[in-house]
């Protein structure tokens, strides 16, 4: 095999000697290695990169991304998490909890890789080569191929106490692949937080099934190493009357593309995807959302803001496929942006696919500056000027961080939010 024409040796390799050619994974990733031989790595120029340039992802060179003298691990606590710690893509048992809970396995992919059969077998790149049919994602793909470490979690009940995975970065120029896989069976539920910046470049994938009447919380918060350039995946697929929800929450990155592909299957299932973004400067912030109905009575909903400023830049790509079976769906999507200056852009590309003829589909993109006659209104009570734009930035992040249900989780992400227009501010 060769490469794509459109890839550059300035890329990352794509080699078959370095793929996994045994065990349970090993069918799935030589699959994955040859779709990626033949889409090649993301290049500027493919449609659905157009307005992110993923150069500084696919480079064989990782640039250096410095550290920040901020502890992040520790933002969850109030709630209780058993602890997953990984330091640069290595998992830190020592800085672990003790992950023997009831209705709750959880491995880890590099000690299952060497079994000849495993239930994950089922999954494993199984709805990232899914998600291939309708847009090309040559780095899932190559994840797929190549990861070698991550969580492999199966749920049986309800889990009263939620996950925590910390990704810690040590290395300025860490360049880490990781892949978590996670079954929900029938009725159990799991709520599942992630922080902290992981490293110098981040490819990762999540696979999510979620059976029959599961429910899925996911709370994602990337870290504060401002250098950081992230590509992040989530994959799933739900069953009959599953709830799924993930709310993702980014200050700082200098790049950072984040991925949503589900499938809804099952009959009255519900799928919330939404997020939160300031970005200051030298900031590109990019969702990209993909969201099949497939079933009688589904449920979606996509809730996106982003507040960009001193030439930050945001994208939201976002679309809704409604099947010709999946009658009575009900479709919401928003993007919104505000605009602190004159330099910075939002760029969004919304779209509805529709084959059913009894739904309730919307979806709406907007961009704008702040409310001067809000602003009036508040400083002319004595409030300044500065204050009262953090009020205003707080009130339009407001519908995105509502679609969080835990209470104490959601009061964490508007701490953080308040810290950092109070830091920014200051």
């Not at 200051?280 to 803001?305: C, L, N, P, W, Y």
Request: aromatic share 8%.
């Amino acid at each position: 095999m060769s490469f794509p024409e459109q890839n550059s040796a300035e890329n990352l390799e794509i080699k078959e000697s370095a793929l996994v050619t045994a065990g349970w994974s090993a069918e799935a990733r030589k699959d994955a290695f040859e779709r990626t031989m033949k889409s090649g790595l993301p290049t500027a120029r493919d449609e659905y990169w157009k307005y992110t340039n993923p150069k500084s992802l696919t480079s064989k060179i990782v640039e250096k991304a410095p550290l920040s003298k901020d502890k992040e691990g520790g933002m969850f606590t109030g709630a209780n998490p058993i602890k997953i710690v990984f330091v640069d893509g290595k998992f830190a048992p020592e800085k672990s909890d003790d992950l023997d809970v009831s209705g709750l396995s959880v491995e880890r992919l590099s000690i299952i890789n060497k079994l000849n059969l495993h239930w994950a077998k089922d999954l494993y790149g199984r709805y990232e080569k899914l998600s291939q049919v309708s847009v090309p994602r040559p780095l899932a793909a190559y994840n797929t191929a190549y990861a070698d470490e991550g969580v492999v979690i199966n749920v049986s009940e309800r889990i009263e106490r939620p996950i925590n995975i910390i990704y810690e970065h040590a290395d300025e120029y860490s360049d880490v692949i990781l892949r978590h896989i996670i079954k929900i069976d029938d009725n159990a539920e799991l709520t599942l937080l992630e922080n902290g910046p992981a490293a110098a470049r981040l490819n990762q994938v999540m696979e999510v099934k979620l059976s029959d009447g599961a429910k899925f919380n996911h709370i994602r918060v990337l870290g504060r190493d401002h250098e950081r350039r992230t590509a992040t995946h989530i994959f799933g697929e739900l069953g009959k009357e599953a709830k799924f929800k993930s709310f993702t929450l980014t200050v700082n990155g200098v790049l950072t593309r984040n991925e949503c592909f589900l499938n809804i299957n099952g009959d009255d299932a519900a799928a919330h995807i939404s997020g939160a973004c300031i970005g200051d400067g030298d900031f590109h912030h990019d969702d990209t959302v993909f969201i099949t109905h497939d079933a009688v009575g589904s449920e979606s909903r996509q809730v996106f803001k982003k507040v960009l400023r001193n030439g930050a830049t945001g994208v939201f790509q976002g679309k809704i496929l409604v099947k010709p079976n999946a009658q009575k769906t009900d479709g919401y999507q928003i993007s919104q942006s505000l605009l602190l200056d004159e330099d910075s852009q939002f760029l969004a590309k919304p779209e509805l696919e529709i084959y059913a003829d009894d739904v309730a589909c919307s979806h709406g993109s907007t961009s704008g500056a702040i409310d001067e006659e809000a602003l009036f209104y508040l400083t002319s009570r004595g409030i300044s000027k500065q204050i009262a734009i953090d009020m205003l930035t707080m009130a339009f992040l407001a519908e995105a961080v509502e679609e969080i249900e835990n209470i104490k989780l959601k009061q964490v992400i508007l701490d953080l939010l308040t810290n950092w227009l109070d830091r920014h501010s200051s």
